[in-house]
């Protein structure tokens, strides 16, 4: 079966260090999301792409990264993680190609990142 | 102000009652809503989608838009504890470039 995978699960890194979260996606799905979820303030979008080399800013993409290299992964990077972004992370990917409608979005198992 | 308000409860209720999760929004370009559901520490799954102004239902679950208002429920009847879970509305800005915007969520326990 077709599906979206995050790895790791779970992640313990140290303030200043670079990481890398995983997204890889067997649906051949063209648009990929990024999303935190903390309490308080619910899902927030980090980055998206509409397809291979295309990249775009969510609303909190600060100290984050994105590249998209092919159509299965989305790889995040946190350039110098910091406190600020212990959360649980989740990757997203939807069908369609270009701008068309989002309604349908797959979500992988989650990611927490905590950052000592 | 937030573009899309969700109280975030938590919601406990007896199994067999019928619950009725809420959002308001603030943009009217919003065209599309949807209702996720998000088992303790999954990911969100797609419940329902509607467009426009109406009702929509699927099994035990109804969708209620009134755009007038700025308002979306979910219903659910008969509720069952495989039902406890945290309930995320949605939205997307047609007129933009389809981005999805969240509510917080409603954490809901149905007790048996």
């Known amino acids: 079966d077709a599906e979206i995978t995050q790895s790791p699960r779970h992640k313990i890194t140290e303030t200043g260090r670079q990481v890398t979260l995983a997204c890889h996606q067997t649906?051949?799905?063209?648009?990929m999301f990024w999303y935190r979820q903390d309490l308080g303030h619910g899902l927030r979008l980090i980055h998206y792409?509409?397809?291979?080399?295309?990249?775009n800013k969510g609303e909190v993409s600060d100290g984050y990264s994105v590249s998209r290299s092919n159509t299965e992964d989305l790889p995040l990077t946190l350039e110098s993680a910091a406190s600020s972004q212990t959360s649980v992370y989740f990757c997203?990917?939807?069908?369609?190609?270009?701008?068309?409608?989002?309604?349908?979005?797959?979500f992988g198992q989650g990611t927490r990142l905590t950052v000592v | 102000q937030k573009e899309v308000e969700q109280d975030p409860g938590p919601l406990s209720v007896p199994e067999g009652a019928i619950v009725s999760l809420n959002c308001t929004y603030s943009?009217?370009?919003?065209?599309?809503f949807m209702w996720y559901r998000q088992y303790s520490r999954k990911g969100p799954e797609l419940l329902m989608y509607?467009?426009?102004?109406g009702n929509k239902e699927d099994g035990r679950f109804t969708a209620q838009v009134d755009k007038s208002s700025k308002y979306i429920s979910l219903f659910i009847r008969d509720s069952q504890p495989s039902d406890s879970a945290t309930y995320l509305c949605?939205?997307?800005?047609?007129?933009?470039?389809?981005?999805?915007?969240f509510g917080k969520g409603t954490l809901l326990t149905v007790n048996p």
């Open positions: 997203a990917s939807s069908p369609g190609t270009g701008h068309t409608l989002n309604t349908e979005a797959f």
């Open positions: 649906w051949n799905h063209n648009n």
């Open positions: 792409s509409y397809g291979v080399q295309d990249t």
């Open positions: 943009n009217s370009a919003f065209q599309y």
């Open positions: 509607t467009y426009s102004s």
């Open positions: 949605a939205m997307i800005n047609g007129g933009s470039n389809y981005k999805l915007t």
